[in-house]
């Protein structure tokens, strides 16, 4: 009798064991459950703000349509290779958006950055240029006595010498993300024309100019990129 009463017991004690680690289970499985969708909370909030962050089409495009390349080949040697943005009102407009966005300005700081940049685009018409050469001495571009010359000329033979050559850091990260097609080997440079020629009253091209080129010269080599206009 007194060893059915122990057996009872242990049985007893062993349904409880049971009802224990029942409960135990379901309530690291409801932890669990709680911790993934916290995780899906937290992963799809960060992938929400990498995807706020990622580049506007706007600008890109832009940067695409107003980019020309060249390269100057000779006897299987590189001379020059090129890549020219055209700094349009268009593109400027955009880069200004895309700027601000990136910074997360408010609406007037984005206002005075979009008046810079409307007061170079009156002054100026600006490219940025990056170049590579297969000496670096050749990559004199902004040096008072360069190997090259550079001309800004539209289709009627109208020529404009540049006032400005300035070297810009080509390891900027700034530079990088707005100038994507960079590499690792060229030199990058602002290059500034006069938007208006000495005897002229409307800008430089003129509104029923068709093209414009940019002329890179030299003993070494020679490239024309060419703009078309609408």
Known sequence: MEQEIRSRKLEARSQKQKA??????????????????????????????????????????????????????????????????????????????????????????????????????????????????????WNDFDRPLSIWKIYMEDEKGERLSPIEIKKVDADSPLVREFYPYLDLWSSTYIVKFPKYIITGEEPFPGKDTNYFRLKITGVVGNAVLEWQLE
């Open 20 to 137: 224990r680690n029942k409960r135990k289970s379901c309530f690291l499985s409801l932890a669990s459950c709680i911790m993934f969708l916290v995780s899906c909370i937290v992963f799809t909030g960060c992938a929400s703000e990498q995807k706020e962050i990622k580049p506007a089409a706007g600008y890109f495009e832009l940067l695409n349509e107003m980019t020309k390349h060249k390269k100057v080949i000779d006897n299987l040697d590189s001379k020059l290779f090129v890549y020219a943005t055209y700094k349009s009102w268009p593109l400027r407009e955009a880069y200004v958006e895309e700027y601000a966005r990136r910074y997360q300005m408010d609406d007037n700081q984005k206002e005075k950055l979009k008046e810079k940049e409307m007061g170079l685009d009156e002054k100026f018409n600006e490219f940025f240029i990056a170049v590579y050469t297969p000496d670096e001495k």
